[in-house]
């Protein structure tokens, strides 16, 4: 797979697309193009199948959206689309078929999303006056196929968009289902921001002759310093939210997108921040349609300041006063980590990670991976965020100093500065704004975590005793990732089992337990995990088949 080329003087001009697309464009404010559109856009509109490797923010989008458009005919419009775009989640979907109407409306595209949670019969009714570009979740396109309201015989183009995450998601069998429908001299495009060995089968059966390109993160432009300032703190897990609380209290984000791994997580972490003061919505798969639309209006809109989210639903999200992005957890490989949608269009941002001890040696897994330090900082104490509470006061004093009309309250402070001094009866009123704004309430330091080898191992074990009631991995001990997860009804006793039942460790020996909705991880002694991954990849978990395998951040 070659590497997309950044050094091309190239402008949309230079691409051959239409006179409406660079009209579309110019308005938008679009000057040249990303790397990815650099390369990808002159072989599709040669028609050539193409195999992309480009994370979100590299401008993708436009990159598969521009010629889909331009293979829109101009006359003699049939009613079924010319143009399939598969993505994995509703928010991906509307924000993909927006981009397209925006960059196709001088040409009248026809653009129609599809996903679970709207309603069918607005649906039904596009279809039957005819679209020309269809984007949808794979689960609600084969809806409409198998009721035939979804027609794909004059398909000239199939987009997989997010390939690995539609995978991780339990798409694959959807997907596959879709490809036999569609006809064989279409043309296929794949972006995915991973390529692992499921991705490349997967073009194999269904690319001719690709064109591979592969572009990594998004990145600054040369000579310019990354805008996203990336840091993280270790932390214990019994005092994490109270550590999130305390950063966010010192960092006063305008608007903040905080990464969980569940569900649970994240209900959970949204009750707490709310019952900390903070304006906190929740976001996730088990929310409809309606829900998530509302937490995206407060969120906008001003009236909530924080998104507590699984990686999932956050996915397409793009909240232009975002400011700082939270990973919760370390995730539980380099490819899931986030940074959110700052530092984009110019827009400055943070990015933070809370990590518990035996955590810590996975952030420089990452910044291997990701080529970006992350700064390991220690936790801001309880003067530290006096400091920031009585910065963010004066501040407030002095844009009232600025713009306020003051007048009304020279009846209060005339009197007092004839009996005081002026600058005690100054402070009095600071005491007293300070106080006002809730920043006088008390806080307790939150204790250090230890970070090494031993802090690594006690805290493992802790963690074991937390989550699943057992005595926890001793020391010398590695993640294994187990292709199950909630969504197949797996539970902590069930991993004990299987574990325990098939290998022979002792239950004793086995440590934390981490269930998300399709996977799970388990610690094992490292000495124990070949024989534990043979053991359980000949086995069933509930009744399943599973994947089983050391966890892909591990650096062996």
Not at 235 to 245: E, F
Not at 359 to 374: G, S
Not at 402 to 422: H, I, S
Not at 489 to 497: E, F, H, I, T, Y
Request: charged share 30%.
């Amino acid at each position: 797979m070659r590497p997309a080329r950044a050094d091309d003087a190239t402008t949309f001009a230079d691409l051959a697309l239409c006179p409406e697309l660079l009209g579309a464009l110019s308005a938008l404010g679009y000057e040249e193009p990303t790397p990815i559109q650099r390369e990808a856009i002159p072989p599709l509109l040669q028609g050539r199948d193409l195999l992309g490797q480009a994370a979100t923010g590299t401008g993708k989008t436009a990159a598969f959206a521009l010629p889909v458009l331009e293979r829109i005919p101009r006359h003699d419009r049939r009613g079924e689309p010319t143009a399939l775009v598969l993505v994995p989640t509703r928010e991906l979907a509307v924000q993909v078929s927006e981009a397209i109407h925006r960059y196709g409306r001088e040409l009248g595209g026809r653009v129609l999303p599809l996903y679970g949670g709207q309603p069918i019969g607005r649906q039904l009714r596009a279809l039957e006056r005819g679209v020309d570009v269809v984007v949808a979740t794979p689960g609600r396109a084969l809806d409409h196929i198998a009721r035939r309201t979804l027609r794909l015989r004059g398909l000239q183009m199939v987009v997989l968009d997010e390939a690995d995450e539609m995978l991780d998601m339990g798409f694959a069998d959807d997907i596959e289902a879709i490809l036999q429908d569609v006809p064989e001299d279409r043309q296929t495009v794949l972006f995915s921001a991973t390529m692992p060995p499921r991705i490349d089968g997967m073009a194999r059966r269904h690319l001719h002759d690709p064109v591979r390109i592969q572009l990594g993160r998004a990145t600054s432009p040369p000579g310019e310093a990354s805008l996203v300032r990336q840091r993280a703190y270790v932390v214990p897990r019994a005092h994490k939210a109270a550590a999130l609380g305390r950063v966010l209290d010192v960092e006063a984000p305008v608007a903040a997108l905080v990464f969980c791994r569940t569900r649970d997580e994240v209900d959970q972490l949204t009750e707490t921040l709310n019952g900390r003061g903070y304006r906190a919505e929740a976001l996730h798969g088990g929310m409809d349609q309606e829900q998530r639309d509302r937490v995206m209006g407060r969120l906008r809109g001003g009236t909530a300041e924080l998104l507590v989210a699984t990686d999932v639903a956050a996915r397409g999200l793009d909240i232009e006063q975002l400011t700082h992005v939270v990973n919760y957890d370390v995730p539980c490989a380099p490819d899931s980590y986030r940074i959110g949608r700052v530092g984009r269009a110019g827009r400055q941002g943070v990015a933070i990670t809370l990590a518990e001890p035996r955590e810590h040696r996975m952030l420089k897994t990452i910044e291997r991976a990701t080529k970006q330090r992350i700064a390991v900082e220690k936790l801001p104490t309880v003067a530290d965020l006096r400091a920031r509470r009585l910065e963010l006061t004066r501040a407030a004093l002095r844009e009232s100093l600025l713009g306020d009309d003051l007048d009304p309250f020279r009846v209060v402070v005339e009197p007092l500065a004839d009996e005081f001094d002026v600058m005690e009866v100054a402070l009095a009123a600071v005491k007293l704004a300070h106080e006002g704004s809730g920043a006088a309430t008390g806080d307790d330091e939150i204790p250090e975590a230890p970070v090494g080898p031993d802090g690594e191992r006690r805290r493992s074990a802790a963690a074991g005793r937390d989550r699943r009631g057992g005595r926890g991995a001793p020391g010398g001990t590695t993640r294994l990732f187990v292709g199950v997860g909630r969504a197949a009804g797996v539970r902590p006793q069930d991993l004990v089992g299987a574990i325990a039942g098939e290998s022979q460790l002792a239950r004793r020996d086995i440590g934390a337990i981490e269930i998300a909705d399709r996977f799970s991880l388990v610690e094992v002694p490292e000495s124990a995990a070949e024989k534990v991954i043979a053991a359980l990849r000949g086995s069933a978990i509930k009744g399943r088949k599973a994947t089983v395998r050391r966890e892909r951040y591990e650096a062996r």
